[in-house]
């Protein structure tokens, strides 16, 4: 298992309810937070951090804490000399054969087994369950208690609803919305909206 815990200041671009979250996690692990980045000038502080409103022009480290998959992207698209750092809760149960990619945030009671692989910039929300051989592209938010059984593929960028459950061995395209308590019993298109049990694709982007 990869997992970066050293001992660092960093900024949280994002100063909302899924920022406050994310400060949580970095201060159980005793990660020092500078401030706050967010563009909207009437915040000025959360949680007693500062909020700042220039994203500066250096080598930082920096997790994202915004919820919104595309967000994160166009962030991390147009800044690619920040530092990006992972967040692990300690309350979690994670393979030692588990790869997590930079900037993924990972949150209380996640249980994630043998030899799955999460890319960059994901959300694993709290009590999800990632079981073995899962491939998870980057920048997917799996919801909290969603369940996803083993050989489960979730393309970039999918969002996995809160409560979802996915049967072993689907592939879920590329962006995707996958709806809340959603029940997956096969493979799904890049694009798709689902909902229901068992879940139907209600559009296609």
């Known amino acids: ?105 990972v949150m209380a009671g996640v249980s994630i087994n043998s030899e799955s692989k999460l890319g960059k910039h994901c959300i694993i929300n709290t009590n999800a369950s990632i079981d073995h051989d899962c491939i998870i592209e980057d920048f997917v938010h799996i919801s909290p208690n969603a369940a996803l059984a083993g050989n489960v593929e979730v393309g970039e960028g999918s969002h996995i609803g809160i409560g979802a459950c996915i049967i072993q061995g689907v592939k879920i395209g590329k962006w995707c919305t996958i709806g809340a308590g959603t029940v997956i019993i096969k493979d799904i298109p890049d694009g798709a909206t689902i909902v229901g049990n068992p879940g139907k694709v209600i559009k296609i982007k």
């Not at 500066?56 to 994202?64: A, G, L, S, T, Y």
């Open 1 to 105: 298992m990869e997992i970066i815990n050293l001992f660092y200041s960093m900024y949280l671009y994002g100063a909302s309810g899924h920022g406050k979250v994310i400060a949580e996690i970095a201060e159980s692990t005793n990660q020092p937070i500078t401030a706050f980045i967010d563009l909207d000038k009437t915040k000025t502080n959360i949680l007693d951090y500062q909020v700042i409103h220039e994203i500066p022009i250096q080598k930082i480290d920096m997790v994202i804490s915004i919820g919104n998959n595309a967000i994160r992207k166009k962030i991390v698209d147009e800044n690619q000399y920040f530092n990006y750092k992972t967040l692990i809760h300690p309350k979690t149960f994670i393979s030692k054969r588990t790869i997590i990619g930079k900037g993924t945030v």
